[in-house]
């Protein structure tokens, strides 16, 4: 099992940045990427950063040049970040935390509100 727990959402003025971090333990090990994922009202729920275990990340479209996801590890967390700067009113949504450990595995955090405003 691995618990994600998230925090670093809010309100933010078009242009400006917020930086989200998603803290991943239990059986951290077993991981092999983790990522964000995000959701606006009416929406379907979409990939915007995602990291391997090896440290290679890649971005949705909508957010290259302006996000950038890292990873720091110690010996019981893994830590994933997303720096998210110029900010847009589009990028509002829930953010979610994601895992993939194993071969099937996916694990989900709570989610944490972004709100941009114009």
């Known amino acids: 099992q691995v618990q994600l727990v998230e925090s670093g959402g809010g309100l933010v003025q078009a242009g400006g940045s917020l930086r989200l971090s998603c803290a991943a333990s239990g059986s951290i090990f077993s991981i092999n990427a983790m990522g964000w994922y995000r959701q606006a009202p009416g929406k379907q729920r979409e990939l915007v950063a995602r990291i391997t275990s090896g440290g290679v990340p890649n971005y949705a479209d909508s957010v290259k040049g302006r996000f950038t996801i890292s990873i720091s590890r110690d010996n019981a967390v893994n830590t994933v970040y997303l720096q998210m700067n110029s900010l847009k009113p589009e990028d509002t949504a829930v953010y979610y935390c994601?895992?993939?450990?194993?071969?099937?595995?996916?694990?989900w955090g709570q989610g944490t509100q972004v709100s941009v405003s114009s």
């Open positions: 994601n895992a993939g450990a194993g071969p099937v595995h996916i694990y």
